[in-house]
């Protein structure tokens, strides 16, 4: 009797360990906390070294490169902070996630070129949608401010680059040149004139997101990178590019750039025009005959040696996270392009892309790139590249809430 109660037993628990579901865990949980693991390593560096030091990439040597605050990427770090708190809820993030926000408060005052939007927006944008401190405002319209120096009255644009010196933007001969990165500014433009009340900001960014509509598109939906104007007449000089492979090409990072820059438009104004050219901008990217099947962007769709070209994550988790967007605006068939973006998000989370925690630089996605014309960044892992990916996976947290 005893051991026919034991088999019985037994023979439940065998029929019970083979029916139960093993914890799975969704590749979104496992991302997070990925990131978490990972940013925290770098975290522990930054605060063993005693001072803020801001991560952007690895040097060809292999070791991280850290930035100063008027670096184009020096708000991306601090803003993975946020949206690691974010999505972590991890409150031991907080005061990190200030501090690094407070230590690049001076590019405020930057007025030498465009890319203060990209800075203080992803610092302390975040820090003022997650834990507000009173001075956050004022240091978004101080920065609004500052951008707005850069206002072109002619050709009705900002600026992005300086022309004058020994850089090597002065050397290609432009007057104003504009290029599709600077769409990305204009969000923080649109948050100042909330936050103040004083109309000149959105009036720049919706001048500037005009002027780009009308000359940096071509028929096929895709973008040139850089649009020079001349200061004195406003026409345009010349189409061109600085860091795709040809005039002519597409630049993945600069496609990226239209879409979301497009998107944050279309939010702020309403206007309708905004949200064709962000899905005209992605439709040619998805449809391009070169679009690898892990749907993670070339370099440039037009490189001459795809399929052995790098790859760009960056230009990925950037389409990624105004996909999410997209698929909450007015569009035909919106469940299509969240489907997209969390393929993408797939192919990012995958070991293809995430990189083993402790390497990499303590980056999360490998296989990014900087300029390739100037040989500088060539899959790499870049901040900017994290930034978005986080930002994404917010995004889809959010939407499927
Ligand atoms: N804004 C510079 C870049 O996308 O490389």
């Not at 007025?111 to 003022?128: K, R």
């Not at 004195?232 to 010349?238: C, I, K, L, S």
């Not at 909450?328 to 392009?337: A, F, L, S």
Request: aromatic share 12%; proline share 5%.
């Amino acid at each position: 009797m005893k051991s026919s109660i034991i088999a019985a037993c037994a023979a439940l628990l065998a029929a019970t360990a083979c029916t139960s579901p093993e914890k799975k865990t969704d590749w979104t949980t496992n991302a997070i906390e990925n990131a978490r693991t990972q940013i925290g390593l770098e975290i522990d560096t930054i605060e063993a070294s005693g001072k803020f030091m801001n991560p952007v990439t690895l040097t060809t040597n292999g070791d991280v490169y850290y930035c100063g605050y008027a670096d184009w990427r020096s708000g991306f770090f601090p803003g993975s902070v946020w949206y690691l708190y974010e999505l972590t809820g991890d409150t031991t993030l907080l005061p990190l996630a200030r501090k690094y926000t407070e230590a690049i408060s001076e590019a405020q005052n930057l007025t030498w070129h465009h890319d203060i939007g990209f800075i203080i927006y992803c610092s302390f944008g975040n820090a003022f949608r997650l834990a507000p401190q009173p001075t956050d405002k004022d240091v978004i319209i101080q920065a609004a401010r500052s951008l707005c120096t850069r206002f072109r009255e002619k050709p009705q644009v900002i600026q992005s680059w300086d022309v004058k010196g020994n850089s090597w933007q002065s050397e290609r001969g432009w007057e104003c040149p504009v290029i599709i990165d600077n769409m990305m500014n204009l969000e923080l433009l649109f948050a100042a004139t909330r936050l103040s009340g004083d109309s000149t900001y959105s009036r720049v960014a919706i001048a500037h997101a005009n002027r780009t509509l009308q000359e940096h598109f071509r028929p096929d939906g895709s973008c040139y990178h850089v649009i020079d104007y001349s200061i004195e007449d406003g026409t345009v000089r010349h189409r061109h590019t600085a860091q795709g492979y040809a005039h002519e090409s597409a630049w993945s990072r600069g496609q990226a750039w239209a879409i979301y820059g497009f998107t944050v438009c279309y939010r702020e104004t309403g206007d309708r025009r905004y949200l064709d050219r962000a899905i005209k901008t992605f439709h040619f990217m998805k449809n391009h005959p070169n679009m690898p099947d892990d749907l993670i962007p070339y370099w440039d769709m037009d490189a001459p040696g795809i399929p052995d070209e790098p790859r760009d994550a960056s230009s990925a988790s950037i389409i990624a996270s105004a996909l999410y967007e997209l698929s909450t605006c007015p569009v035909e068939k919106p469940q299509e392009y969240k489907d997209y973006a969390d393929r993408i998000m797939q192919s990012l989370a995958s070991d293809s892309y995430t990189a083993p925690i402790g390497e990499n630089g303590r980056f999360v996605l490998m296989h990014s790139v900087g300029s390739i014309p100037h040989n500088s960044e060539i899959d790499v892992p870049l901040n900017y590249a994290d930034y978005y990916y986080l930002e994404a996976l917010q995004r889809k947290l959010k939407l499927e809430q």
